[in-house]
């Protein structure tokens, strides 16, 4: 069972090593890489208990004389996001397939070698590996974006990068902080949990730590890199970042903030979720006066992630549990999302709503396929929005009534924008511009028809997913409340 | 004592090999003489020789020796064709070099401070040649004054504050002064306290650490490349390896009384080298003052003396030699094609010549500090060092020069992926593949799996 873990972690690696020296056939072996990923992946869960306790745990000894060792497992949490990475991933590869990439096979290693990164965050049971982790999850989507990106991109990522690196270092700064704290001089999770620090440590600790996460986000007022840098991002980048990298800042505040400095998130808490509501609003109404369809989305998705932080931080299980089905929710939705836009605009080069229009009549299958994806991130009952955020806004409620009805909001703007950028893009009069447009083929509909398969499922019957994390959850919660009784 | 023996006797060798024109005879001595001595410093190890009071083979000197050594190896190997054009009789070259090097040996394994005198000075004359060996270019003349000016300066605080140290404890033995210090810690006299402060000064002009730190840029550009690389990896190394054997074993007892200096020092280092690099629009003189930036962070070790204070610094220098000879080495090829150290000289490089860009992208990410890059844990154990003190603030401020960093050494990454240029394809020799290769093996494996270095000293 070991084994599978590791093979898990390290199979992109080699499948990157393969895609970078395959030539033309670079997407089709990459692709191959993450279908045996999603393979192992299903394994996994086929072989998980789901109960509180962290399986498939591997413990190597890794730079001794500084208590490092390569330290992972999969529990009810972290699966959630491992099947989040590896559902989405050979997704995105698909929806590069169309497109002619000037060094298509640089492209597809790097999205392999970041989902690497990505599975070290979301199982790594040692900070420095975590961290190890978030860094090499950072490279890969650096030069994605900076390479395959708009016009603009080489500004706009160097401020995304140092923007996040910045939050990095930080982090770094709290994880020495608790080595140094550590009696045992290591970096094990378990040990950093049963740290007995006081309120005022607890309090820098999760200063350090948060502003990491929030910044990947982002929560507000830490976004201002990500409208510009989801525009400028080719259609991949701005899928892996929205789908899948954003989750590593909410993976890190569940795994890592909570249980390590819950005394910090009692004193500070409440202004993360007025932070979180604010981005909420703040978000939504931006989104409103978008004229551009992709920055429209990224606006949303500011808005969407600001309820998730929310439920967290509102800390019960049906915030958290909202939290955990709502991360796959949203990474599905917004990969749809985004390749819908791409679709769009690699056919008429153009995102902007208002010289869009009637699309719906050339090419119906898009439409429809699109309006299920529109209806899933506004959260229509039946589709996979509704479960999450209906959670996540029962966590808030029972945190504070006034604050749930604010972040309540989030459901009728997202509505309002959302369809009102469907109508206008979709339906109505079919344009000059307009007029040729092909329906989807191919692997778009492979891509899209799985998208709205999952929202659908997801939707009726979320049962299984919740069932995964639940246990976890509890656990999880049980643990930070009773800390917070001991600190006190 | 073998490896100076040996060092000295392939500097002699080589200078008679060049007196009867065997110049493909030159290159091969110097490395089997390079080799040979590297095989003494792993025969050496854990023996602790002293020779006769004066100099101290222990770990400690080894090691440094063992990487100023390798380090030097390394940038012999990129002088193929490099000094051809501009001399006939490049043995001169050869024999300087090493030259210098017997004296960074003695630098890092003295014992006595008259050999840390000795060892500076053979180095110091040996480099203020070497600087100004372009006889008939202006800017490698200026060079060499500057470096003689300023060098002969420094060697004159340091001398004076060895004097001062000599009034106060009537030795120049570092363990008589350390005893002194222990002895009469609540009499010290307030000569040996001008005679540190002087010492300081002194070895801080040698590594260029802010404010003594004006001659560095200039210097550097006008030198030779090659030679630049040299005096900023090989002999920065040695600099700190002097100066950490000096403060972090022999005034250690004074500790409180010399790190508020130091830290301002450090401060400075830090914001002159990474503000500065950050306006410079030609990739040397960038080169330049980030390796002001990294003398910087190199102090970190001497804020908070640990027990890992002095192998904290061999990472670190280990992990910027290395990196360093990959930016230089690609540096002297591209600019023998375009005849420009200049950014814009690097656009559009990826295209033709993905290998040369690769290493060039690990290079820049290990000086930037990125994980899984020696660079990387590096500055991770300089952070520890100091957070160990828990010098809050003083991390928190190298985090800020650190992002600044991040952004100038991408500069390059970005000219050479992203930004469209003459398609030009370089022509790299065989030997310098060699090298950067290498180069790039130890910088990625340092980064994947230090526990080899972490625990030498």
Redesign the interface.
Known sequence: MEQLLLLLIFLPLVGALVTTFSGTAAKHVALFSSIVSLALTIAVVCNFTPDASTQFVVNYP?????GISFHAGIDGISIITVILTNVLIPLIILTGYKHEYKNGNALFALILFMQSGLLIVFTALDAFLF??GW??AL?PIY?IC??WGGKD??KVN?KF??YT??GS??M??GI??L??QNPAHNFDIQAFYNLNLDGAQQGWVFWAFFIAFAIKMPVFPFHTWQPSTYTEAPAVGTMLLSGIMLKMGIYGVIRWLLPIAPAGLQQWGYIVIILSVIGIIYASLIAFTQKDAKRLVAYSSIAHVGLISAGIFALNTQGMQGAMIQMLSHGINVVGLFFVLDIISSRLKTNRISELGGIAKQAPILAITALIIVLGTVALPGTNGFIGEFLLLMGVYQYNIWIAAFAGLTIIFGAVYMLRMYQNVMLGKTNDLTIGFADIAGTEKVVLYTICALIIALGVYPKPILQLSEASVQHLIEQVTQKLTSVN | MNIIITIAVTALVVLYAGLFKAKKALLPITLIGLLTALGFVAVSWNTDQVYYGMMQMDNFALAFSGITILGTLFIFLLTQNYFAKDSENIAEYFTLILFALVGIVIMVSYKNMSMLFIGLEIMSVSLYILAGIRKSNFASNEASLKYFLMGAFSTGFLLFGITLIYGATGSFDLDAINNYLVGNYTSISPMFYSGLILMMIGLSFKIGAAPFHFWVPDVYEGSPTLIMSFMSTVVKTAGFAAFLRLFADTFAPLHDFWMPPLMVIVCLTLLIGNVTALFQKNFKRMLAYSSVSHAGYLLFSLIALTANSANNVLVYAAAYTFASIIAFGVLIIVKQKTGSDHFDSFNGLAKRNPLIAFVLTVAMLSLAGIPLTAGFIGKYLMFLNVMQEYQILLVAFAILNALVGFYYYFKVIVAMYFKEGKEIELETPAQYRVVLVLSVIITLFLGIYPAVILNLI
């Open positions: 890794w730079i001794q004389d500084l961290y190890i860094e090499a490279i030069f900076a390479v991109r080489i160097m990068f140092v690196i910045a270092l930080f770094l700064v020495i902080y080595y140094l």
